[in-house]
């Protein structure tokens, strides 16, 4: 945890799951942590919980899908603490619908939230740790940002698009010491299944199986800051099928596209 000491962390998605997750987590630190996500209410809890702990807070709302807002967000952050060492991403919402039931205005939405919100944030942050020559641009992206699976069409495409723009920064930034790690999740218990969009753009609100029964977020959180820590280029966390699915993928992909088609994603 040493890594982390004295820096300033933005964490989107401060809210809940993951991003709540990693606060806790950090929180032990003696570092400053900026908390997003478009819920203040939830932000001041998960500031409250950690009041006696060594972190000390900003709380920053925003929406991912409102350009102007996270401009303005970057300046005010800016303009309090001066710079950001690590900007972790983790705010996103996925999908549960077949690419004939969802409309274009829900995949839309999915990308403006999960790609061009993301992008916007790093690029706005980023003038700083170049100024610096120093940075480090932590994204949540996931399994599905490497493979594909049904039911995912719009969030895997936001998440296939986040590894395209990221992998080209880490390229272009590398003289300037700005790093990139990409964090690659299978199923973690969290809220997002609930939060996940159908087709319609009405939230599913159920808890899949899946989610149900994969990693613990403390358990992302322990292998997450070690691979932040240890600066990794891409780390895939998750349960053995879901890890040996990017394998199958990668090595065997007529096979996996046979097994892509029967396999449970709910
Ligand atoms: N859990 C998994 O199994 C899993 C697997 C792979 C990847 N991931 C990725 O991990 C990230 C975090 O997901 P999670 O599992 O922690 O789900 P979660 O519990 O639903 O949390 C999602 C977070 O994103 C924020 N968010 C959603 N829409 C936003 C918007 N328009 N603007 C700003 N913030 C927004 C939410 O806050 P507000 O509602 O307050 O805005 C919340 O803090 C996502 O990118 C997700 O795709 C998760």
């Given at each position: 945890m040493k890594y982390f000491e004295g820096k300033h962390i933005w964490i989107v998605g401060?809210?809940?799951g993951l991003g709540e997750g990693l606060t806790h987590f950090l929180s032990d630190v003696d570092c400053t942590l900026v908390l997003s996500a478009r819920r203040e209410e939830e932000l001041i809890r998960v500031r409250e919980a950690n009041k006696d702990k060594k972190a000390k807070f900003v709380i920053a709302p925003l929406d991912l899908a409102q350009p102007e807002r996270i401009d303005q967000c970057v300046a005010e952050v800016e303009e309090q603490i001066?710079?950001?060492d690590i900007m972790i991403q983790s705010g996103g919402i996925s999908q549960r619908d077949t690419v004939l039931n969802t409309s274009m205005e829900v995949q839309r939405q999915i990308m403006e939230v999960n790609y061009f919100g993301a992008i916007h944030l790093s690029r706005a942050v980023l003038p700083k740790m170049v100024e610096r020559q120093s940075g480090m641009h932590v994204v949540v992206t996931s399994a599905v940002g490497i493979i594909s699976t049904p039911f995912r069409s719009g969030y895997s495409a936001s998440k296939h698009a986040l590894h395209g723009f990221y992998d080209a920064l880490r390229a272009e930034q590398h003289q300037n010491n700005v790093k990139v790690t990409l964090l690659c999740p299978g199923y973690?218990?969290?809220?997002i299944s609930y939060n996940a969009l159908m087709g319609d753009g009405s939230q599913q609100q159920k808890l899949d199986n899946a989610q149900a029964n994969g990693l613990s977020v403390e358990q992302f959180c322990e292998i997450a800051t070690k691979a932040i820590a240890a600066e990794k280029e891409e780390v895939y966390i998750g349960g053995f099928k879901e890890v040996m699915g990017i394998y199958v993928k990668r090595f065997f992909p007529g096979l996996f596209s046979r097994i892509v088609r029967k396999i449970a994603v709910t």
């Open positions: 401060a809210s809940s001066g710079y950001i973690v218990h969290t809220n």
